[in-house]
């Protein structure tokens, strides 16, 4: 089965960087979208940014020219790149795997457990 992981949350000033990891494990399809995911205390969790297997990536308007999504296929690890950080990103990430069509749609098979993001 497909295992996700994430690490490198914490905390940080406002205009600060994080860089968010997220290691995964088992079988992925060559064919497979990943993507991160944020929710915020008593807010409905969000998408934040995709990737395909051919590279192409799509951001929430909020994050867009700030945050930055890749991967690195040999070692099958999703990263977020997040700079210029601001409050309102604080929330718990989480990273997700599964064809394109159920990323976008807000349902894909895998998830990790996620990692917190505070901004202060």
């Known amino acids: 089965d497909v295992q996700l992981v994430e690490s490198g949350g914490g905390s940080v000033q406002a205009g600060g960087s994080l860089r968010l990891s997220c290691a995964a494990t088992?079988?992925?399809?060559?064919?497979?979208?990943m993507g991160w995911f944020r929710q915020a205390p008593g807010k409905e969790r969000e998408a934040v940014a995709g990737i395909d297997s051919a590279g192409n990536s799509i951001y929430v308007d909020s994050v867009q020219g700030r945050f930055t999504i890749s991967k690195d296929n040999a070692k099958n690890t999703l990263y977020l790149q997040m700079n210029s950080l601001k409050p309102e990103d604080t929330a718990r990430y989480v990273c997700?795997?599964?064809?394109?069509?159920?990323?976008?749609?807000?349902?894909?098979?895998?998830w990790g457990q996620g990692t917190q993001v505070t901004v202060s």
């Open positions: 088992g079988y992925i399809n060559s064919m497979y979208c």
């Open positions: 997700a795997a599964d064809s394109c069509a159920e990323v976008q749609a807000g349902a894909p098979k895998h």
